[in-house]
């Protein structure tokens, strides 16, 4: 298992292309949108597997250690994770679950280490889409609502 200052990486390969994962004191730490292998763990071996359950349309929850940060980055990524498979909330209807401004809301979506693991694809704003960081932006942020079910309008 590796420490917060060398975590230890597993490189999945997906649809939108190679991701890694890394783990730092048992929990999932990061998800990067580029391959950066490294020697795995089970934690990580566990991860890439539910990855690609996720990706095979067999999964719908992660279940796995995350670090889930602190303050109010640690609510909002809490309150993204509860929004079920294939639909999505707004800023705003996250900004009221969390007691915090949407725009406040919308940063901390954007600071989320976790993509995919922690669903900020699953928000938008309220006549917009938002942003995400993936290669690709917004179009990897509509095929991954696409991929689960959700109407796109």
């Given at each position: 298992?590796?420490?917060?200052?060398?975590?230890?990486?597993k490189t999945v390969l997906t649809p939108f292309g190679p991701v890694t994962l890394a783990e730092a004191a048992g929990?999932?730490?990061?998800?990067?949108?580029?391959?950066?292998?490294?020697d795995?763990?089970?934690?990580?071996?566990?991860?890439?597997r539910q990855m690609l359950a996720y990706f095979d349309r067999r999964l719908s929850r992660f279940d796995l250690?995350?670090?889930?940060?602190?303050?109010?980055?640690?609510?909002?990524?809490r309150a993204m994770?509860?929004?079920?498979?294939?639909?999505?909330?707004?800023?705003?209807?996250l900004?009221?679950?969390?007691?915090?401004?949407?725009?406040a809301v919308g940063q901390a979506c954007g600071a989320n280490p976790l993509p995919i693991l922690i669903p900020c694809h699953?928000?938008?704003?309220?006549?917009?889409f938002g942003g995400f960081s993936a290669p690709g932006g917004v179009e990897t942020k509509a095929a991954l609502l696409r991929h689960e079910g959700a109407l796109l309008l």
């Open positions: 298992m590796g420490n917060i200052a060398h975590p230890t990486r929990r999932i730490v990061r998800l990067d949108w580029r391959a950066d292998p490294g795995a763990s089970p934690l990580l071996e566990e991860a890439s250690p995350l670090d889930w940060g602190s303050g109010l980055h640690a609510a909002v990524r994770a509860k929004i079920p498979l294939g639909e999505t909330r707004t800023y705003g209807q900004a009221k679950l969390v007691a915090a401004p949407a725009q699953r928000v938008t704003g309220t006549d917009w």
